[in-house]
C-alpha cells in the first residue's frame, strides 16, 4: 500500500481589525500627530520675535488721490519708498495697497 502525504498549504488571511482595533490605532495616530504639532509649534517663528517693539506713530486721513506710495515717498529717505509701504501696511494690517478716501492710516512719525 502507498501512502499518500497530504500537505495542506495554510491559507494567508488578511489582518483584519476589530472595532476597540481600529480606535487604538486611530487615537495612537490622533496622539502622535498632536505630540509632533506641540514639538513643532514651540519653535514657530512667531515666539522667536523680539517682540512687539512700539513704534511711534500719527494719524494721517486718507484725502481723494491719495495712494500709498504716494504717503510712503513723502515720509520715507530717497530709495527707501517700498520699505516704508511695507512698514505702513504691517502697522495697519492691510493686505494691499488700496486706500479708501476719509480712511485714517496710522504712519511712522
Known sequence: MSTVALHSTPTRRQLQL???GRAVVFIA???LVLIAAVFLGATSVATADEGGSATATRVIMVDEGDTLWAIAADLAEDGEVREMIDTIKRINALDSSALQVGQEIHVPA
Do not use: G, N
Request: avoid cysteine; charge should be positive; proline fraction near 0%.
Open 29 to 31: 495616530a490622533a496622539v
Open 18 to 20: 476589530t472595532r476597540r
